[in-house]
């Protein structure tokens, strides 16, 4: 067994501290090729992962890269080292700790890839970046531990898939190299133990204490539908007053909004509150992350922002408001309260209405059963091999043979054939187009066997494109003679925004003035009703798990569990209909309001169920139903048109909902969206820098044209395949309406009734109602343009 | 976006501009037809655009765009039955884009020049003498109008192309001409070009107060220029 430098060890003892049982584990386990440890927060994670380092390192090592320290949060590279700053030097190590970021200046950056320092802490983006140099061979030279933190997180997006390709990468440079990963609670260790690396020993720290966590009692009911759990407002800061610090979470960065304005005004005995989300400048978010650490706040509004990272160590009660959508990311954002080791966490759900008191007793049983949700991901994205390719070649000339030797050694792209790589070979070096015609200009070119650049100037650009993460396309807003930014918008709402409009950003309301260069020009509006406040929160679909729990409490003979107004509810719904039940579909067909109305509740989360209101409106079309509009929930699609659904079978025949999927599939928004993500991670098309945007004038065009033209005259080429794929996997969910059938088979019961249900009524009060249109599109822009001219006193 | 409708659909409206005594039609392709004349003018046609980007060491895109192009130009002399064609600047994306262009292009293009009266108009990206057949011009006076590539302050009666103008309605943002009284910018006509929204400052200092923007897509659609 391993053991720490004496110094050390007197350091811990003379601080009064021992380690944790799977702190010493993970120095038994030192010689190991590969280590997961899953953890609680508070246990003491991460510096369980630098024992083996630093007693290795010991007191006085020799110059030289030995361990890269990886996390998801550059705000977390810094704070590492601040925290292993003070046993290094309190026990008089000399190691060197230095971190690597986007924020790294250049000089720094530099300096590090002449003189490495002992312990490197890093994002994946830029460890991208320093495999891509020529000279990585040399950088990485003797390294021999690489820690992976918050693995859990990164095993979740394309920054995790492309992570594992570069530890591939480095295991190649270092076959001595072993690896750490360092996780949350997880549903699938072996899963994520596979994505660390081939062969990996799973290390289960104790859990700690089940979580203090139930619903949060309200005078009043949450409403019938709708977000934001405003409703909840003075319960709310009633627990803000009975604890030190509250973390309340929402679902999306307009609710977040939305409730903290709400909150504020309500805020009689001036509790300092802040709020905190994605959408806010770095300068504001820093603020409230610094008035925190000195526990100047009492509570902070927050989205996933702050799902990871920073130990605020006050915490003491997490609120979630809205349903949680997904146990694991509830388990994890619970574990922010009481960053204490065998203290349990404190959590209160708040239903934002009345359905989702249902799926947080659902969440709340799952949690108690110690059941997690998560899909497996599937193999690995090829856009994201196709980057890696470029990358590598950056590096320096490569044998295709041994790179994809090497690539399937990563957990994700264990199932690649030579085919499927060769395509994206052949794609990064040609384009892969059916017409050859860049036999000139390849990007790759083959000399000797091996590929290489052919114009290696070309890789400065390449550089600067390295990454997953797509930035959605974003303006600064600015105060009317204000320097500091209050946050940024995204363009496309700004495109929306009229002078005179208001809308919401950090908590107060502002008027949209003009746009100037790439910021919006507002100013204060106080004590006006918002217009809007859009931001890309992104919606979550309720996970399976959580969807499969829900109905099973539908079969419940009565719910003694849930608040009365609920079991009313549903007891009234099972009076006038009935329930819906695991093993079959139920359908309700009534008039309402001069239309007639279908609802399917399919319980297939939302993407699914959106999907399947534009499938099946489609087929309604065809059968001349004549079907007007339709809105999708988590649950349920509620379709409206001019005739009854009387013979529901044919709908829901799975080779005719995939032959509709086919046509409409081609030329809907999502997979533009999707296409542009993937032209752009597999290195298409490159990022639109501000200062090249501003001054680039006609030189940029929208992917949409590429998307347009590649349909056009090259249907079957790679990058369409691939946006097909990510798009059903993602904002289309075909899985789930597949999964849906399979488990209804061909129960489906379709009861006419005279009127709106219980079940079905909060469906009417549900935003994002989508209209059909066959070619209402042009007309509504020509009668627009026509309203534009009058009003121009043109006509 | 130019409208990629494939052929044989029925041919879309054009908007029809009364500009110095002429009537001239605006086509949603982005193309100009002045019927007294048999005239058809088009802007921006970037031809050989992804090759000069591969070229620079830059991107392999999509290879098409040159077809693409040459597909929405027949389609529109075919429509309208022009004999004179004017190509107002920018028609290749560089001179070697046009020395390099596909073999399959370049006879295409010989066939569309052929029994045409047809003019190419220097532009920025293609300031010299292109070897494919037609006139080479640094600009081109039909009276009443004068066409060139770009518009120069204080000129009466011209028609220009450059700035590759677009607008947004109902939230898309589309190619589009501007016109007043002493102008008409046409929008750029190639398929790989991207706009400079008419509301920059270059556009509003050049166009009138009471301007016209003339949207391109499926159909022509007339609004006040944005400012």
New interface residues.
């Given amino acids: 067994m391993v053991t720490l430098p004496p110094a050390l060890s007197d350091w811990f003892t003379a601080k009064g501290w021992s380690l944790h049982p799977h702190q010493l584990d993970m120095l038994a386990r030192a010689a190991d090729p590969a280590t997961l440890l899953i953890a609680p927060t508070g246990g003491g994670k991460t510096l369980a992962g630098f024992l083996p380092t630093l007693s290795e390192l010991n007191t006085n090592p020799p110059p030289g890269l030995h361990t890269l320290y990886i996390s998801p949060l550059k705000a977390l590279t810094a704070d590492i080292r601040r925290n292993l700053g003070h046993p290094i030097e309190g026990a008089g190590l000399k190691i060197r700790v230095e971190d690597r970021t986007g924020d790294t200046s250049y000089t720094q950056r530099r300096r590090q890839r002449a003189d490495p320092p002992h312990i490197l802490l890093t994002t994946p983006e830029s460890l991208a970046l320093l495999l891509s140099y020529e000279d990585a061979p040399r950088i990485f030279a003797g390294l021999q531990r690489v820690i992976v933190d918050e693995i859990h997180a990164l095993a979740e997006s394309k920054r995790g898939d492309q992570l594992t390709l570069q530890l591939a990468r480095l295991q190649s440079l270092n076959p001595q190299l072993r690896r750490i990963g360092l996780s949350a609670t997880v549903e699938n260790p072996p899963a994520l133990a596979r994505f660390l690396a081939p062969q990996t020993t799973i290390l289960q720290a104790d859990p700690g204490p089940d979580p203090d966590i139930s619903m949060l009692d309200t005078e009043a009911p949450p409403p019938w539908s709708g977000g934001g759990g405003r409703y909840a407002i003075p319960a709310i800061l009633n627990e803000i007053n009975r604890h030190r610090t509250t973390l309340i979470f929402h679902n999306t960065r307009a609710q977040a909004e939305l409730f903290f304005h709400d909150l504020w005004l309500q805020n009689t005995d001036d509790l300092p509150i802040g709020i905190h989300h994605g959408s806010l400048s770095r300068e504001q978010r820093e603020r409230v992350e610094a008035a925190m650490t000195v526990g100047a706040l009492r509570a902070v509004v927050c989205t996933g922002s702050l799902d990871l990272g920073i130990d605020w160590g006050d915490v003491d009660l997490v609120i979630q408001v809205g349903a949680p959508k997904n146990v694991k990311r509830l388990v994890q954002r619970i574990g922010r309260a009481n960053h204490r080791y065998n203290a349990p966490s404190k959590a209160l759900l708040v239903p934002a209405n009345r359905f989702e008191v249902v799926e947080c007793q659902a969440a709340l049983d799952a949690v108690r059963a110690h059941t997690l949700d998560g899909e497996p991901r599937g193999p690995g994205p090829r856009d994201v091999l196709c980057q890696h390719i470029l990358a590598t070649a950056c590096a320096g000339p490569f044998d295709a043979g041994e790179l994809f030797t090497e690539i399937v050694t990563s957990g994700p792209y264990a199932t690649l054939t030579k085919a499927e790589f060769d395509a994206c070979l052949d794609f990064v070096a040609?384009?892969g187009?059916a017409?050859k015609?860049?036999d000139?200009?390849?990007?790759l070119k083959l000399t000797n066997g091996k590929w290489h650049l052919?114009?290696p100037?070309?890789a400065a650009?390449i550089r600067q494109n390295l990454g997953t993460i797509i930035d959605t396309e974003t303006l600064k807003v600015r105060l009317r003679g204000h320097a500091t930014p209050l946050g940024e918008i995204e363009e496309?709402f700004a495109?929306?925004l009229t002078p005179g409009d208001t809308f919401l950003i950090g908590g107060q309301i502002v008027r949209y003035e003009t746009l100037r260069e790439m910021t919006v020009e507002v100013s204060k509006s106080p004590g006006r009703d918002p217009k809007v406040a859009v931001f890309n929160g992104t919606k979550f679909a309720t996970s399976t798990l959580l969807t499969d729990r829900i109905l099973q409490i539908f079969q419940q003979v009565s719910w003694p569990d849930l608040p009365v107004h609920t079991a009313w509810w549903l007891a009234k719904q099972r009076e006038v209909s009935r329930l819906p039940d695991p093993a079959s579909l139920l359908l309700e067909s009534f008039p309402h309001d001069n239309r007639e109305h279908l609802v399917v509740y399919g319980f297939a989360g939302r993407n699914a169920q959106q999907t399947l209101g534009l499938l099946l409106t489609k087929q309604m079309e065809s059968q001349g139903l004549a079907p007007l509009g339709f809105v999708a929930t988590d649950y349920a699609t509620l379709i409206w048109g001019l005739d009854p659904v009387t013979d529901p079978a044919p709908l829901f025949d799975l080779e005719t909902l995939r032959d509709g999927l086919e046509t409409w599939l081609s030329g809907n928004a999502v997979m533009k969206r999707t296409f542009r993500d993937t032209a752009l991670i597999s290195?298409?098309?490159?990022r639109s820098h501000q200062g090249r945007r501003k001054s680039g004038?006609?030189?940029?065009?929208?992917s949409?044209?590429?998307y347009?033209?590649?349909r056009?005259?090259?249907p079957d080429?790679l990058l369409l395949q691939i946006t097909r794929e990510e798009a059903l996997r993602g904002l289309i969910d075909f899985s789930r309406i597949e999964h849906l059938l399979s488990r209804i088979g061909t129960n489906i019961d379709l009861r006419r009734l005279p009127g709106v249900t219980p079940l079905a009524a909060p469906l009417f009060f549900e935003p994002g109602r989508i209209p059909v249109q066959g070619e209402g599109?042009?007309r509504?822009?020509?009668a627009?343009?026509q309203a534009?001219?009058e009003a121009?006193g043109?006509t | 976006m130019p409208s990629n409708a494939p052929l044989g659909q029925k041919a879309p409206m054009h908007h029809a501009l009364f500009f110095h005594g002429e009537t001239l039609h605006l086509r949603p392709s982005g193309a100009l037809y002045w019927p007294a004349r048999r005239t058809l003018a088009v802007s921006d046609l970037h031809l050989g655009k992804s090759e000069r980007i591969a070229r620079k060491g830059g991107t392999l895109l999509p290879p098409y765009e040159t077809q693409a192009t040459l597909e929405k130009l027949d389609r529109d002399l075919e429509v309208t039955g022009a004999d004179t064609v004017i190509c107002l600047g920018d028609s290749f994306d560089d001179l070697a884009a046009a020395e390099g262009i596909a073999e399959s292009a370049r006879l295409w293009l010989i066939r569309l020049i052929a029994g045409k009266d047809w003019t190419w108009i220097t532009g920025n990206h293609d300031p010299g003498p292109i070897d494919i057949g037609g006139n080479h011009r640094a600009e081109l006076s039909l009276p009443p109008f004068t066409f060139r590539h770009i518009a120069e302050p204080g000129e009466k009666a011209e028609i220009s192309g450059h700035y590759h103008p677009k607008a947004r309605l109902s939230g898309q943002s589309r190619p589009c001409f501007l016109a007043d009284a002493s102008r008409l910018i046409l929008p750029a006509f190639g398929v790989y070009t991207g706009g400079l929204r008419a509301h920059d400052p270059a556009l509003t200092t050049l166009m009138a107060k009471d301007a016209l923007a003339i949207l391109t897509g499926h159909k022509s659609l007339v609004i006040p220029m944005p400012h």
């Avoid at chain 1, 290195?683 to 490159?686: D, M």
């Fill in positions: 040609t384009g187009y017409l015609a860049y000139r200009w390849q990007r052919r114009d100037r070309a650009l496309s495109a929306t290195g298409l098309i490159e004038r006609q030189a940029t065009f929208s949409d044209i590429l347009d033209t590649l056009r005259y090259d080429h599109r042009d509504l822009a020509s627009q343009a534009l001219m121009a043109l």
